[in-house]
């Protein structure tokens, strides 16, 4: 069974300009997620800047997304880690905490072999219930998971059922397509590569796009699911411009940015990240407008 289908949003973590996270403003961006149809609500992940939370944090973070979305929607908490036993506690807790899934990104820096890898994920699941995604982003953890490696953790283990898949290599995408034989739940991890992903049998994206579009995003996944693909596609390409926008610097330090713009209070970056340079924030600026959003 699917965690969800459609697009979920990987929520930024407002913050005061003291560095505090903003639990009002988090609220109110929740909320309006909701209101605007969207699918699943993923905290804690890159664009949650959870590699800056303290570990209570981090946790009070997922808490207060659980107790706030109240069953509306499903509630998937980051809870990845270069440390197994890091990645054990942080995900026994979100699962305590009410969360609905679990998203485990690969480990970074020390990296690891494919069975390194199987090893580290088996593991985890296996210490929680609920249901588990992968999250393959290579760019930043400087580790791949391969297809295989992907399907057979997926065959192997009961509660791990898919990927976010932010490889960008659409070819890579394909070939999981062809071997899963329908056991492993795609999502897209890059907004410019829904309807690709969707094309080969993604359920949707778990999505950066979301944060400031959060109902025209649902509606790319949705007119695709419901089979009105050439209204998907038009809606993608629609948002490309944007996408590219919300990308020409690291994130999250665009979107935060955009939801600034749009007074929604997501406050600064914690360091390393820095506020955006002012070109490029004209240029998000830009696109924001052109998109209907400004």
């Given amino acids: 069974m699917s965690i969800f289908k459609g697009a979920g949003v990987a929520i930024v973590t407002p913050m005061y300009e003291n560095g505090e996270v ?5 609220g109110k961006l929740i909320e309006f997620q909701i209101e605007n149809k969207t699918d699943a609500i993923v905290v804690c992940g890159t664009t949650g800047e959870a590699s800056t939370l303290t570990h209570e944090e981090h946790l009070d973070v997922i ?40 998203l485990v990104v690969s480990p970074y820096y020390n990296k690891a072999t494919q069975n390194g890898l199987y090893a580290h994920f088996k593991m985890i699941a296996e210490s929680v219930k609920i249901p588990v995604l992968l999250y393959n982003v290579p760019g ?44 492993v739940d795609m999502y897209s991890g890059n907004d410019d590569q829904i309807v690709p992903i969707m094309a080969l049998g993604g359920l949707g994206v778990i999505s950066v796009l979301a944060n400031v579009a959060p109902k025209q995003t649902h509606e790319i996944c949705q007119d695709f699911l419901d089979g009105k693909i050439a209204e998907s596609r038009q ?11 919300l990308f020409c610097e690291v994130n999250p330090i ?7 713009l ?17 070109a490029n924030a004209e240029k998000l600026e830009k696109a924001m407008k052109k998109y209907g959003i400004l």
Avoid at 150 to 158: N, P
Avoid at 262 to 269: D, K, R, V
């Fill in 140 to 183: 930043r953890t400087g580790c791949n998971i391969l297809p295989e490696t992907v399907v057979r953790l997926c065959k192997d283990v009961e509660n791990i059922i898919g990927v976010k898949e932010a490889s960008g290599n659409i070819s890579q995408i394909a070939h999981l397509a062809a071997i899963s034989e329908g056991c």
């Fill in 254 to 260: 665009p979107v935060k940015k955009a939801l600034n």
């Fill in 235 to 245: 809606k993608q390409l629609a948002a490309m411009e944007l996408c590219n926008a």
């Fill in 22 to 26: 903003n639990y009002d403003g988090f």
């Fill in 63 to 102: 808490r207060y997304c659980v107790k706030a979305v109240n069953g509306r929607v499903p509630v998937i908490a980051g809870t990845g880690s270069n440390c197994t036993e890091t990645a054990i506690y942080l995900s026994q807790e979100a699962e305590q905490a009410g969360a609905d899934g679990l």
């Fill in 262 to 278: 749009m007074g929604m209070e997501a406050g600064p970056l914690r360091m390393p990240l820095t506020e955006m340079e002012s």
